[in-house]
């Protein structure tokens, strides 16, 4: 708190605000998966990788939530939106209940088939499922309202309250069990509840939505959800079929590169946040939007150009400060990685650009290109190396794909 009224002392924009928040949320994150992987070391951190991996899938799930309410906040009013947001929290809560018990029940399979060493923390994981979905919408209604002081406030009390709570029980009890990392996660996802704003909904008495409303609704949510869907398959198989292909040192290993070259997708996620609300607004009042997409690209592209740079000139010792010496056979890789996230982090802009936009062409070919990579993993794993191989064909096959309809849809009014 201290920190935002220093920053707003500078006059500094709540958008900015918020990216200085989102890099220090992604820090943190960073630091916890950090001290996990020199604490437990490579086998060990093999099952952490897997749930970190469960809580991006979850998180990419319950984007659909969050992105729809941001968009619909943007565009409704008074009581329809209150209908709405009303409809929205009743709606996640649900899904949340559904997808939690089904991980619950199959706590057992995904033991087998993770290779992990216990299912324990796939049941604890899977009771706070629920709380998941209904911080995700309370954060579309920051998001969509331009709230960024508040939806600052939620993604920091998530990320301090999973730090500290999984690493002081690490420390301190000398527990290094994979359910205290479970536990972590799911007492962080309460913290991350507030501010909640209660107020705004009432579940006892829901006005329902005019049919047009409702089939805007409908065809945004449906959309959004298959693009998320594409998001979990390009960002998280390949850890999941690593595990499931590989030992768990090798797996433990390949985790530590994921998390550092995934650094330039986590950067550009917060451009996406500043979108979405962005362009919706500005195509409401009918103004152009390209230029807002082509000042996030340029931003993304410094970033990712520093990180490949860095990745290229100092492999080893970025892997030896962040994860230690034993990790280090990883190191030949990294700038390969990260080359990989590149791309994906460009084409995924442009994917929320046009889905802001209510086009859905760019949302189909990622999922096309998705399930590819998957394909490619699946067939060509002969080593870490391949994979990551595989991951850089199919990113690279959809960035020109996805800049190339750029071009055509820029062309259009000019030839009209």
């Not at 191989?389 to 309809?405: N, P, R, S, Y």
Request: with cysteine; aromatic share 14%.
């Amino acid at each position: 708190m201290q920190l935002i009224a220093t920053l707003k002392s500078k006059k500094l924009t709540p958008e900015q605000i918020f990216m200085v928040s989102v890099l220090a949320v992604n820090g943190g994150n960073y630091l916890y998966n950090l001290i996990l992987g020199r604490v437990l070391g490579p086998t060990a951190f093999a099952d952490a990788a897997v749930l970190i991996t469960f809580l991006l899938v979850l998180s990419f799930i319950a984007m659909t939530f969050q992105l729809v309410t941001a968009k619909f906040s943007v565009l409704f009013e008074n009581s329809v939106f209150g209908s709405f947001i009303t409809q929205v929290y009743k709606r996640a809560f649900g899904v949340g209940i559904i997808l939690g018990i089904a991980i619950i029940c199959f706590a057992g399979e995904l033991q087998a088939l993770f290779n992990t060493t216990s299912k324990s923390m796939f049941v604890i994981f899977g009771c706070g499922v629920p709380l998941y979905f209904l911080m995700s919408v309370n954060r579309g209604t920051f998001q969509g309202k331009k709230d960024y002081k508040a939806l600052s406030i939620t993604y920091q009390g998530e990320m301090l309250s999973r730090l500290l709570i999984t690493i002081g029980i690490i420390l301190v009890f000398d527990i290094t069990s994979s359910w205290v990392i479970a536990a972590g996660i799911l007492l962080s996802f309460g913290f991350g509840l507030f501010p909640f704003k209660v107020k705004q909904f009432n579940l006892k008495k829901i006005l329902p939505l005019e049919e047009k409303y409702s089939n805007q609704i409908k065809k945004f949510f449906l959309l959004t959800a298959f693009y998320e869907l594409t998001q979990i398959v390009i960002n998280n198989s390949d850890i999941l079929l690593v595990k499931h292909y590989f030992e768990s040192y090798e797996a433990g290993l390949y985790a530590s590169l994921a998390l550092i070259g995934r650094m330039v997708y986590f950067i550009a996620w917060m451009f996406v946040m500043l979108l979405l609300p962005a362009v919706v607004e500005l195509k409401k009042e009918g103004k152009e939007t390209a230029s807002i997409l082509l000042k996030y690209v340029g931003y993304i592209a410094i970033i990712s150009a520093l990180i490949i740079v860095t990745c290229i000139s100092l492999p080893e010792l970025i892997i030896h400060i962040l994860f230690g010496e034993e990790y280090l056979a990883m190191a030949p890789l990294l700038w390969k990685y990260a080359i990989a996230t590149s791309m994906f982090a460009f084409s995924n802009i442009f994917a929320y650009y046009y889905l802001s936009l209510d086009k859905y062409i760019p949302v189909i070919i990622s999922g096309i290109f998705g399930m590819l990579q998957m394909v490619l993993v699946i067939f060509y794993h002969g080593s870490l190396e391949q994979v990551v191989h595989m991951q850089i064909v199919a990113m690279a096959l959809l960035l020109v794909i996805q800049l190339g309809f750029f071009k055509l849809e820029t062309r259009k009014p000019k030839n009209a």
